[in-house]
């Protein structure tokens, strides 16, 4: 059974970096062919495509997160990272791992097979 586990503190001050870890337990991260993700979603707003890291290390990033995502991993203890840099408010949100078989689009519910339970983080002084 695929289960994920998102830790990182809940409260992150403006312009600093948020650093989120996914700790992967039933499967490797590196022999399961699948698109091992982040995704978030603000208050009142979609769910939104963060980036990914695939099980040979490829990363992709969403649209509107390039300039100042980086994803990672540690495949000793099988799990991902997300540090989002310069954070200001409106990256407040819930943030989810996930997995999905095929690059994500958009970060909607049908791209993901398997969740975390999802982490508040909050960027406030």
């Known amino acids: 059974q695929v289960q994920l586990q998102e830790s990182g503190p809940g409260l992150v001050k403006p312009s600093q970096t948020l650093s989120l870890t996914c700790a992967v337990s039933g499967v490797s991260i590196t022999s399961n062919y699948g698109y091992w993700s982040w995704v978030r979603q603000p208050p009142g707003k979609e769910l939104e495509w963060v980036g990914s890291?695939?099980?040979?290390?490829?990363?992709y990033y969403g649209p509107y997160f390039k300039s100042r995502t980086s994803i990672s991993r540690d495949t000793s203890a099988n799990l991902f990272t997300l540090q989002l840099r310069s954070v200001t408010p409106e990256d407040t949100a819930v943030y989810y791992c996930a997995r999905a078989p095929n690059l994500p689009v958009t970060g909607g519910l049908d791209e993901f097979n398997f969740w975390g339970q999802g982490t508040q983080v909050t960027v406030s002084s």
């Open positions: 890291i695939t099980d040979t290390g490829s990363i």
